[in-house]
């Protein structure tokens, strides 16, 4: 089982570039969410999506687009990349649960954005 | 606003020894408390999964618990071994809302 799978696992821009990390998952999950991990802040969310054709902003969307393609797919766009950017950035999905809330979150393994 | 805190910030303990992490939260409405266990350079693994309902949760050497009430869980690491050396995060997932708050974690260093 791949699980949730992100690509590029590296990368590095300079200011202004853009790029896109893509985001995909196997376990035929509705929710998809991503999230930035800083040093000493912990993760935050950026955006998530309850379920194919929907997105919604979380804690720190500025600077970002998302698009969830289809239901496996979601995937994560910085148009103008700046320094502030420079994060790991972690894509996820929730699992099924009695309710919507109640599932359990499923990570990748990370995609390390260095923006010069 | 649901704020996660984790204390401490790192732990170090000889083989061994039954150790606790502590995770506080400042909202009790809550879906459930998840524990991860994060190695460097990698992505979060799921250890434990408590839902609101519950008290506890056991996998292997590992036990969860969570007291609403108080806005607390533990996880409680028994006969700990230098594998288990990694950073390990709670976060809380609220009512209503569908962003789970992360504490910035604990990180576990175990000596042989």
């Known amino acids: 089982n791949a699980g949730v799978t992100q690509t590029p696992k590296f990368q590095v821009l300079k200011t202004g570039q853009s790029m896109t990390l893509q985001c995909a998952q196997d376990m035929n999950h509705n929710s998809m969410y991503w999230y930035r991990q800083d040093p000493g802040m912990g993760l935050r969310l950026i955006y998530y999506s309850a379920s194919e054709g929907t997105t919604d902003k979380g804690e720190v969307p500025n600077g970002y687009n998302v698009s969830r393609l289809n239901k496996r797919e979601f995937s994560l766009r910085l148009e103008s990349a700046a320094p502030s950017q420079t994060s790991v950035y972690f894509c996820?999905?929730?699992?099924?649960?009695?309710?919507?809330?109640?599932?359990?979150?499923?990570f990748g393994e990370g995609s390390r954005l260095t923006v010069l | 606003k649901q704020e996660v805190t984790q204390i401490p910030a790192a732990l170090s303990v000889p083989e061994g020894e039954n150790l606790v992490l502590n995770c506080s939260f400042t909202?009790?409405?809550?879906?459930?408390l998840q524990w991860f266990r994060q190695d460097p350079g990698k992505g979060l693994t799921s250890l434990l999964l408590?839902?609101?309902?519950?008290r506890e949760q056991t996998s292997g050497r590992l036990n969860a618990s969570l007291d609403k009430s108080s806005g607390r869980s533990t996880l409680y690491i028994a006969a700990s071994q230098p594998g288990d050396s990694a950073t390990y995060l709670c976060a809380a997932r609220p009512y209503n809302n569908n962003d789970m708050r992360f504490g910035a974690g604990t990180r576990l260093t175990v000596k042989p």
């Open positions: 408590i839902q609101s309902s519950q």
């Open positions: 909202d009790s409405a809550i879906y459930n």
């Open positions: 996820a999905s929730r699992g099924p649960g009695a309710t919507a809330g109640e599932g359990e979150l499923f």
